[in-house]
T-cell receptor
């Protein structure tokens, strides 16, 4: 069964460092998303990506964040200068038709900023 | 703007008992509603969804949910709990744009006792 794959599963980084979280969405999907979940809080939408550009982003997704689909398979989230409050579980998701269709989620990357 | 409220962060039932997880939503546009489940160390998996049509929707593992517009609710039920149902359950809403952004509730942890 097709699945969304995220790497690494856990990343520890020092405050101020850049991190790149990687995702391989399901191959025929067209819509890509990043969500995050701070420990004990809701899963929060960060950004959606369609047709090689950001289609929606939340207030959380400020200039420190960027997304890229560098080739036909990978979808990355970059945090330029990590803060302690960026510590969270980051989920990548993809769907084939956007609104109303199932988003398939990866297992998540746990980012710990120290 | 859309929002979701899940009543009860923890629900505990006995094996064989009815499972009822509550979800209320707020949306200024016709909502699309979802229930996702997360097992330990795994990503979010879709249980069921409501888009249009029949308001009682059936999902995987014997779960069902009923969309009640007048009550702005989308409660999740299962007639008889199984030990394997122990997990965290998330209600989510989307709508208003075509890109499929999900707004999640805070999650309900279901514990099933033998």
């Amino acid at each position: 069964e097709p699945e969304v794959t995220q790497t690494p599963s856990h990343q520890v980084t020092q405050m101020g460092q850049e991190v790149i979280l990687r995702c391989v969405p399901i191959s025929n999907h067209l819509y890509f998303y990043w969500y995050r979940q701070i420990l004990g809080q809701k899963v929060e939408f960060l950004v959606s990506f369609y047709n090689n550009e950001i289609s929606e982003k939340s207030e959380i997704f400020d200039d420190q964040f960027s997304v890229e689909r560098p080739d036909g398979s990978n979808f990355t989230l970059k945090i330029r200068s990590t803060k302690l409050e960026d510590s969270a579980m980051y989920f990548c998701a993809s769907s084939d038709r956007g609104l109303g269709t199932e988003a398939f989620f990866g297992q998540g990357t746990r980012l710990t900023v120290v | 703007a859309q929002s979701v409220t899940q009543l009860g962060s923890h629900v505990s039932v006995s094996e064989g008992a009815l499972v009822l997880l509550r979800c209320n939503y707020s949306s200024s546009v016709p909502p699309y509603l979802f229930w996702y489940v997360q097992y330990p160390n795994q990503g979010l998996q879709l249980l069921l969804k409501y888009t249009t049509g029949a308001t009682l929707v059936k999902g995987i593992n014997g779960f069902e949910a009923e969309f009640k517009k007048s009550e702005t609710s989308f409660h999740l039920t299962k007639p008889s709990a199984h030990m394997s149902d122990a997990a965290e359950y998330f209600c989510a809403v989307s709508g208003g744009t075509s890109y499929g952004k999900l707004t999640f509730g805070q999650g309900t942890i279901l514990t099933v006792h033998p």
